[in-house]
Structures are given as structure tokens and as C-alpha cells.
């Protein structure tokens, strides 16, 4: 009997460690419509305080936002929603039109590109 309990806990403690872990944070890169540094602030503090995000950075250069994430509190998809709703495209999905409406001129889709 004390030879199965002792088999048994080694047992526990040594396939702990054969485990993988997944993870603790994934990368996502995100095409934006973002147009300027306002965006770029915007879209980043907003990002900031979104469950799941641990940080995010927009390229202006090619509008590409890179985000780091926790996947066991948030997705891609749910990334890309969070985006619309600040009011700008995020790969596939459109921009939320409300969201979009209030943002300044300068950073809605039909104004031309321009430098800070």
C-alpha cells in the first residue's frame, strides 16, 4: 500500500513537469485606418485599458497595430471589435460608423493623410 501512495505522488509531482504551459501572452498585428499621431494615441491608451491587453503599438508608416495579449482573456476578434469601436478599421472590420463620426476631421477615413 505505502508503495502505490509513494509511485502515486511522484507520479503527481513529475507529470507537472512534462506540462507545457501555453503562453501567457500572443501577438496580433492588425491593419488600421489610422491617419495620424492623434490616431496612433487614441487607439493605443484605448487599447491600453481593454481586458486582456498587455500593450499595443501603431505604426503610422503602414498603419499596421501590433497588440500583445493574454488569450485566456481576449481573441483577435475581440481585439479587432475594440478597434471598430473606437471608430477606425481593424483588418476586416469596418469601423463602428458612431465611433467614427466623433472622431476629430482630421482622423476620419476620407481626410487626406497628413504630418503632426
Known amino acids: ?3 502505490i501512495v509513494f509511485i502515486l505522488f511522484f507520479a ?3 507529470s507537472g513537469f512534462t506540462k507545457e504551459d501555453p503562453p501567457k501572452t500572443a501577438e496580433v498585428k492588425l491593419k488600421t485606418s489610422a491617419i495620424c499621431g ?3 494615441k487614441r487607439i493605443e ?3 491600453g485599458v481593454t481586458k486582456g ?3 499595443s503599438n501603431l505604426n503610422l508608416d503602414d498603419k499596421v497595430v501590433t497588440v500583445t495579449y493574454n488569450p485566456k482573456k481576449t481573441s483577435p476578434e475581440k481585439i479587432k471589435n475594440a478597434i471598430s469601436k473606437i471608430g477606425y478599421d481593424a483588418d476586416e472590420v469596418v469601423a463602428d460608423q458612431k465611433a467614427h463620426d466623433a472622431l476629430p476631421s482630421c482622423c476620419q477615413k ?5 504630418k503632426d
Open 1 to 3: 500500500m505505502k508503495n
Open 12 to 14: 503527481t509531482i513529475f
Open 38 to 40: 492623434m490616431c496612433k
Open 45 to 47: 491608451r484605448d487599447l
Open 53 to 55: 491587453i498587455v500593450g
Open 110 to 114: 476620407t481626410a487626406a493623410a497628413h
